[in-house]
C-alpha cells in the first residue's frame, strides 16, 4: 500500500456500446420465458476495445469497502463464473439455433475472434496476476454486455439465457471492483490498459450471434484457467 | 376649528392614496412585506421577522413602522417583542418557535384607530430529521437468480414536515441510484444485488430543517440471503423397514452459496416434529437418508436450508411431504385378557377371550389374522386347539380346568411373539392391595401395592356404572414392574367407573382388587326427594331415596336435611349418606313444616323438592286419653239413666206414654138394666151373646175451640173415616147411635151438604155403661134413653154434665168396636162416628153438634159381611136421611173423598145450600 502509485495503461477511447437493462415481456422456452424481465443494472461505462479505465482519480477507490474479504469474495466469484460458464455457453448455442447447436465447434472456434492474452499460471507474480485478470474480465465484463444487448434484440423470449447474461455480467462487473480495490490496496495501481476488441455493434444477426458463441466458448476456456490459476494466489496466508 | 377640517382632508387624503395605490396598475400592491416569506422553524428555536414598509406608503400615509402591529392569526403579539429598527422596518422577535402559528401578520394602525393589514406569511414549524438508527438488511431469494434486499430503518421522531427518506448505497468505486421508499418511511428494497461485492449501506433523511444520516452499513450481501427453501422434495422407501430417502432441490447454486440443512419429521397425525441431527445435515446436499423409523408408518417430512457457514437467514421450512416405511413382522403380541362365565354349568365354562389391536407402532404392517392356542394344562397329552381369527375376540366353552392361551399376530411380513394367558380354575394368588385413583391431566390414573410375589403383568379392568346400560368391560395391560397407570379409554366425567386390577403371575392370577373412581365429580343432577314417613305432634320420620348412579355425578359425601316452619330460620341437619331415613324431632305441634334435601359429593350440592307437612296438634295418646274416659263418663250416664227409667217406668209410661186402649178390644160391659127391653136388640143378642161383646174401648177426645180438630189429631180418625166411607157410612153413633142404636135417622159421613137437623121427632139416646177397660176407669156412662127432647141441646149440656171436670172442652167418646172378629173385621169396624161441627166464623155456632149415625141394625152388626154389603146399605141409610132432611151426599160409592177432604167431615160444617145448620 505504501508504494507509489503506478500507471500500468491509459488508453482514452470514446465511450463504446453500453447496455442498459430493460423491462420486457417476453415468452419463449427454456430460452425463453414469461417474466418481466428487470434488468436493473447498472450503467456500463465501458469502451469496447482499447480502453482503459480504473479510476479516475490518483488515489484508490474507498478503503472503507476494501476489506480483507476481498480477495475470498474475488476468489468465490471467479469460482461462480468459472461454475456457470459453461451452462452459459451451452444454453447460448441451444438459444442460436441451427447451425450454431450442432456446428459450435466449427462456429464458435475462438481463434477468429479477439480475446486478451492470459498468460499468467499459478507461478505467476501476484501482482501480474491480479493485473491480467483485471484485463480479462474487464473485456469480458465488455464482451457479455455486448453479447447480452445483440441477444435482447435476436432472441428478446430467451430469458433464461437473458438471465444468465445478466448475472454473469453483474458478476464480472462485481469481479471488477473487487480486483480495483485489490490492486489499489495492495498494489496502488488504479489504472490498467484493457484492450476490448472488436465491438460487434452493426454486424449482421448471424455475425453478432458468432461472435459472441465465440467469445463465449473462450470465456469457458479462460475462466477455468483462471480459477485455477488465481485460487493458491487469493487463499489467506 | 381649521384644525379640525386639515386633519379630515388630510383623511380623506389618505384615503385617496390608499386607493390610488392599489388601483395603479391594476395590481393589488402592499405597502410591506415580511422577510422572511413562509419560513420553516424549528420547533422550541427563536425567531424574528421584519416588517418592512414601502416608501410609498409613507410619503402618502405618513405610515411608519412604530405603528406597527404584529399579530399570530387575530391575536396581538405583545410589543415587548417589537423592535423598530428605523422608521421603515419593524421587527418582532419569538423565544420560542412554538408559540408561533399560522399566520403571522404585520398590521398598522392608522388615523382614526382603523387597523389595516400591511402582510402576512405562513410559518412552518417542524423538526429537522433525526439520524436513522438500527438499519439492517436482508436479501429475500424470489428466484433462482433474483435477490432484492430490503432495508429498514428506525426513521425517527415525527418531524411535522415533509421528511424524504433515501436508501443509499455504493460499491468501491461505485455509486447506485438511491432507494426511494414507496408509501413508507422506514424500509426500502433495492431490487437486485451483486454477492461477493461489499456494498455500503446507509440512509439518508432530509427535510426544510436539515438533513441527517445513519450510520453505514458495509455488507456483503450473500451474508443476509434468506434462501428459499429446498424444493421438489421426495421420499422414497428405502431397502429397510425404518429408513426413507429424501431427496430435493435446491434453489441456490452452490457456486453462490453452500448450504446447509434441516429436517423435520413426524408421523401422520402427530403435531411434533422430530429433527435430524443439524451436524448431520451441515454440509451441502440434495438428498438425506432418515434412519430410526417405525415400520409401516407414514412420516412427513419437511426440509430448510441456509448458507453452510450460518451466517444469514434460515429459509422456510419447505413444502411437506410424505413417505411410507415398508412393513415388518408385528413387534410384539397382542394384550390378551379373558372374561369366565361360569353360570352356565358347573362343569364347563363359557371363555370369553379377547385381546387388543396392536398399535401401528407394534402391528408393523397390516395384521392377516390371529392365531389362538388353547392348550389344557391339566393334560398335556392332549392336542392343542388352535384357531385362526380375523376379530380380535374368541368364544369357547371350555371343561373347568387350567389353560394356556397364546395369540399371535401375523402380517405380510411374519408373525409376532405370542401373548400368553393362563386361564386358571380360581384366582388363588394373591392380590394386590390399596387399590387407589387420581384424576391427573384429565385422565385416571390407578395406582396400587404391588404384591410380594413377582408378578408377569397387570390386568385393570373397569367398565362404567350406570342404571341405563350394562357395566361394559374394558381392559388394558400393564407390565408386572409398573404400580400405577392411566386408564387407556374414553374416560368421561362425572361417571362412576369400577376399576379392577388383577396380577397375573406365570401360574396363574390373583384375586382382583376393586375400587370405585371418578375422572371428575360434579354437583348432583338432582338433589332426593325426600318425604314424610310418619308424622307425629313434635317428631317427623323422613324417608327419602338413594339418587341413581347416574344421578349422583360423584360420591355422595353427605346428605343436608333442610326445614323450616313459614316464618321461621332454616335448620340443616347433615345426615350420613348411607341413610335413608331420618327423624326430625323438637318440631312444633300443628304447624307447616317445609323441608327438603340436598346431597353433597366433593364439588357441591343439589337440592331436592321441597316437601311440606304439617305436624301433629295431639300426640300420641293424648286423644285416648281425652276419649276413652269421656265415654265412659257417657255410658256411666246412660246406665244410670236406663236404670233410672227402668226404676220409674210406670211414671214415665204413665206422663209420656199413656196406654191407649185399644177400642178393638173394648167391650160394653152393660146396657142399662132399665131398657133392655125397648131395645131391637133380638138380633143383636143373637149375634152377640152376653159375654161375647165385652171390649169396649173408649176414647176421649177434648175438643178444643180451635184446636180439637187439627187435622193432626184426626189422623187416626181419617183411617176410620176413610173405613168408614168405604163402608158407606154404615157406622154407630156415639152417645147411643151405636150398632144397636134404634132406628133413628142417621146422616152420612158425607162432608158436605150434611143436614145436622134431624127430622126425627124422637132420638133415643143411650148411655154406656162402663164396667172399666179392663183395669181403666170408665169416663162416662151412656145408657139408651127415651127422650124425644131434641138432641142436640140436651146432649150437649148432658154432655157437658157427664164430661166430667172439663166443662169447657167438650169430650166426645168414641166407641170402638170389637166384637171379637178376625182383623179382617176388624178393619171394616162397624161404628158410628161422631161428626162435631165446630163453629168457625158463626158466633152462634156455639156448640158442637154430634151426629148420631146409626145404620140399620141388622146392617150394623154384619160385622162379619162382605164390604159390598156394606156399601150396598149406604143407600139405604141415605134414603132414610132425606126422606127427613135434604141432605146431599157428597160421598158416593166409587167416588170417595180424597184422603185431603177426610178431615172435613169432623170439622165444622159450612152451611151450604140445603145444608145442615148447627143448632
Known amino acids: 500500500a505504501g508504494q507509489p502509485a503506478q500507471t500500468i495503461s491509459s488508453i482514452t477511447v470514446p465511450m463504446g456500446h453500453h447496455w442498459v437493462g430493460a423491462h420486457r415481456n417476453t415468452r419463449l422456452s427454456p430460452c425463453t420465458g414469461v417474466v418481466p424481465f428487470v434488468a436493473l443494472l447498472l450503467l456500463q461505462r465501458r469502451p469496447v476495445s482499447g480502453r482503459a479505465l480504473l479510476v479516475t482519480s490518483s488515489s484508490c477507490p474507498s478503503h472503507s469497502l476494501c476489506r480483507s474479504n476481498v480477495q475470498e469474495q474475488t476468489r468465490r466469484q471467479v469460482a461462480l463464473l468459472n461454475a456457470t460458464a459453461q451452462d452459459l455457453f451451452s444454453l447460448y448455442l441451444k438459444c442460436q439455433g441451427e447451425p450454431f447447436s450442432s456446428e459450435s465447434d466449427e462456429l464458435c472456434n475462438p481463434s477468429g475472434v479477439f480475446f486478451p492474452a492470459f498468460r499468467v499460471n499459478r507461478t505467476s507474480e501476484r501482482k501480474e496476476v491480479m493485473v491480467a485478470m483485471y484485463k480479462l474480465f474487464a473485456f469480458l465484463n465488455a464482451s457479455l454486455g455486448n453479447i447480452t444487448r445483440d441477444q435482447e434484440e435476436l432472441n428478446p423470449t430467451a430469458k433464461e439465457l437473458l438471465d444468465q447474461l445478466h448475472n454473469t455480467t453483474k458478476t464480472t462487473r462485481g469481479l471488477i471492483s473487487n480486483l480495483t480495490c485489490l490492486l489499489c490496496k495492495d498494489y496502488n495501481i488504479f489504472q490498467v490498459h484493457v484492450s476490448y476488441g472488436e465491438s460487434s455493434k452493426g454486424k449482421r444477426a448471424f455475425k453478432k450471434k458468432q461472435q459472441g458463441c465465440q467469445v463465449l466458448r473462450k470465456y469457458v476456456q479462460v475462466i477455468a484457467q483462471a480459477a485455477r490459476i488465481l485460487l493458491p494466489h487469493l487463499t489467506p496466508p | 376649528m381649521f384644525s379640525g377640517w386639515n386633519w379630515v382632508a388630510y383623511g380623506l387624503c389618505l384615503l385617496l392614496n390608499f386607493c390610488s395605490l392599489e388601483v395603479s396598475g391594476g395590481l393589488v400592491q402592499s405597502c410591506g412585506h415580511i422577510i422572511p416569506e413562509s419560513p420553516v422553524l424549528a420547533l422550541g428555536s427563536n425567531f424574528t421577522a421584519l416588517c418592512i414598509l414601502n416608501e ?58 382603523i387597523e389595516q393589514n400591511i402582510y402576512g406569511i405562513a410559518v412552518t414549524i417542524g423538526l429537522p430529521p433525526e439520524k436513522p438508527k438500527n438499519l439492517s438488511c436482508i436479501v429475500h431469494q424470489v428466484s433462482k437468480l433474483i435477490y432484492p434486499m430490503t432495508c429498514t430503518w428506525n426513521p425517527g421522531r415525527h418531524t411535522f414536515l415533509d421528511t424524504h427518506f433515501r436508501l443509499k448505497y455504493r460499491w468501491p468505486q461505485d455509486e447506485f441510484p438511491d432507494c426511494i421508499p414507496k408509501d413508507v418511511n422506514n424500509s426500502c428494497t433495492i431490487t437486485d444485488v451483486q454477492f461477493f461485492v461489499n456494498l455500503e449501506v446507509w440512509v439518508e433523511a432530509a427535510n426544510a430543517l436539515g438533513k441527517a444520516e445513519s450510520d453505514r452499513l458495509v455488507l456483503d450481501p450473500i451474508e443476509i440471503v434468506k434462501p428459499l427453501p429446498p424444493h421438489n422434495l421426495s421420499v422414497n422407501s428405502g431397502i429397510l423397514p425404518t429408513v426413507l430417502k429424501l431427496s430435493w432441490e435446491n434453489l441456490i447454486s452452490g457456486a453462490v452459496m453452500k448450504l446447509k440443512f434441516n429436517i423435520r419429521y413426524r408421523t401422520t397425525g402427530d403435531t411434533n416434529w422430530i429433527q435430524v441431527p443439524p451436524e448431520d445435515t451441515a454440509s451441502p446436499r440434495t438428498s438425506f437418508s432418515v434412519q430410526g423409523l417405525r415400520p409401516y408408518t407414514e412420516y412427513v417430512f419437511s426440509i430448510r436450508c441456509m448458507k453452510e457457514d450460518g451466517v444469514g437467514y434460515w429459509s422456510d421450512w419447505s413444502e411437506e411431504k410424505t413417505g411410507v416405511t415398508t412393513e ?12 369366565i362365565d361360569a353360570s352356565d354349568s358347573p362343569a364347563s365354562w363359557t371363555v370369553r377371550l379377547m385381546w387388543k389391536t396392536l398399535e401401528p407402532f407394534e402391528a408393523n404392517g397390516i395384521i392377516l389374522r390371529y392365531e389362538v392356542t388353547v392348550r389344557a394344562k391339566s393334560s398335556l397329552s392332549s392336542p392343542a386347539e388352535k384357531y385362526n381369527v380375523n376379530t380380535t375376540n374368541l368364544t369357547l366353552k371350555l371343561p373347568n380346568g387350567t389353560y394356556e392361551v397364546t395369540v399371535i399376530a401375523r402380517n405380510r411380513v411374519g408373525a409376532s411373539p405370542p401373548s400368553v394367558l393362563l386361564i386358571p380354575a380360581s384366582n388363588s394368588k394373591a392380590p394386590v392391595k390399596n387399590v387407589r385413583t387420581l384424576p391427573k391431566d384429565g385422565k385416571l390414573w390407578v395406582g396400587w401395592t404391588a404384591p410380594n410375589s413377582y408378578v408377569l403383568k397387570y390386568v385393570i379392568e373397569w367398565c362404567l356404572v350406570s342404571n341405563s346400560s350394562d357395566c361394559i368391560i374394558e381392559w388394558q395391560n400393564e407390565p408386572g414392574n409398573v404400580q400405577g397407570t392411566y386408564l387407556r379409554g374414553d374416560i368421561k366425567p362425572f361417571k362412576c367407573y369400577l376399576i379392577t386390577v388383577y396380577p397375573l403371575y406365570a401360574d396363574g392370577q390373583g384375586s382382583g382388587q376393586s375400587v370405585k373412581a371418578y375422572l371428575q365429580q360434579d354437583r348432583p343432577s338432582k338433589g332426593p326427594t325426600v318425604q314424610t314417613k310418619k308424622v307425629g305432634k313434635a317428631e317427623a320420620v323422613l324417608t327419602w331415596n338413594h339418587l341413581t348412579v347416574d344421578e349422583q355425578n360423584g360420591f355422595i359425601r353427605s346428605y343436608t336435611i333442610l326445614y323450616k316452619t ?207 177397660y179392663r183395669d181403666q176407669t170408665p169416663v162416662q156412662v151412656f145408657s139408651r134413653s127415651e127422650s124425644t127432647q131434641p138432641l142436640l141441646d140436651s146432649e150437649e149440656r148432658s154432655e157437658d154434665h157427664t164430661g166430667g171436670g172439663d166443662g169447657t172442652t167438650p169430650r166426645q167418646q168414641y166407641f170402638k168396636q170389637s166384637g171379637g172378629q178376625d182383623e179382617t173385621n176388624t178393619d171394616r169396624p162397624c161404628f158410628e162416628r161422631t161428626r162435631q161441627i165446630t163453629p168457625t166464623n158463626e158466633g152462634d155456632l156455639v156448640g158442637f153438634a154430634q151426629l148420631q149415625i146409626s145404620g140399620h141394625s141388622s146392617q150394623l152388626f154384619g160385622l162379619g159381611l162382605e164390604k159390598n154389603i156394606q156399601e150396598a146399605a149406604l143407600p139405604d141409610v141415605l134414603q132414610t136421611s132425606i126422606e127427613g132432611q135434604t141432605v146431599r151426599p157428597e160421598t158416593v160409592a166409587g167416588n170417595p173423598p180424597s184422603a185431603d177432604e177426610m178431615p172435613k167431615s169432623y170439622l165444622p160444617q159450612t152451611v151450604r145450600q140445603g145444608g145442615y145448620m148447627p143448632q
Open chain 2, 56 to 113: 410609498s406608503c409613507l410619503d402618502f400615509g405618513n405610515i411608519y413602522a412604530n405603528q406597527i402591529i404584529w399579530k399570530i392569526k387575530n391575536k396581538v403579539v405583545p410589543k415587548e417583542q417589537y423592535r423598530e429598527i428605523n422608521r421603515t422596518v419593524s421587527s418582532v422577535t419569538f423565544n420560542d418557535t412554538s408559540s408561533l402559528a399560522t399566520p403571522l401578520t404585520c398590521n398598522i394602525l392608522a388615523d382614526g384607530q
Open chain 2, 328 to 339: 415388518d413382522k408385528p413387534s410384539k403380541g397382542p394384550p390378551i385378557w379373558r372374561i
Open chain 2, 566 to 772: 313459614v316464618d321461621g330460620n332454616e335448620t340443616a341437619v347433615t345426615v350420613d349418606p348411607s341413610k335413608t331415613e331420618y327423624t326430625l324431632s323438637s318440631l312444633t305441634s300443628d304447624t307447616l313444616y317445609t323441608v327438603r334435601m340436598m346431597a353433597y359429593t366433593d364439588e357441591g350440592g343439589r337440592s331436592g323438592p321441597d316437601f311440606t307437612f304439617t305436624t301433629q296438634k295431639f300426640g300420641k295418646g293424648e286423644i285416648e286419653a281425652i276419649v276413652v274416659p269421656v265415654c265412659l263418663a257417657f255410658l256411666l250416664i246412660v246406665l244410670l239413666g236406663v236404670l233410672f227409667c227402668f226404676n220409674k217406668r210406670d211414671l214415665i209410661k204413665k206422663h209420656i206414654w199413656p196406654i191407649v186402649p185399644d177400642p178393638s178390644k173394648s167391650n160394653i160391659a152393660q146396657w142399662s138394666p132399665q131398657v133392655p127391653a125397648k131395645h131391637n136388640f133380638s138380633s143383636k143378642d143373637q149375634m152377640y151373646p152376653e159375654g161375647s161383646f165385652t171390649d169396649v174401648s173408649v176414647v176421649e177426645i177434648e175438643a178444643d175451640d180451635k184446636k180439637s180438630f187439627s187435622e193432626q189429631d184426626l189422623k187416626p180418625f181419617d183411617l176410620l173415616k176413610k173405613e168408614k166411607s168405604t163402608s158407606e157410612g154404615h157406622s154407630s153413633g156415639i152417645g147411643g147411635s151405636s150398632c144397636m142404636s134404634s132406628p133413628r135417622q142417621s146422616v152420612s159421613d158425607s162432608d158436605e151438604g150434611e143436614s145436622t137437623q134431624n127430622t126425627s121427632s124422637t132420638v133415643q139416646y143411650s148411655t154406656v155403661v162402663l164396667n172399666g
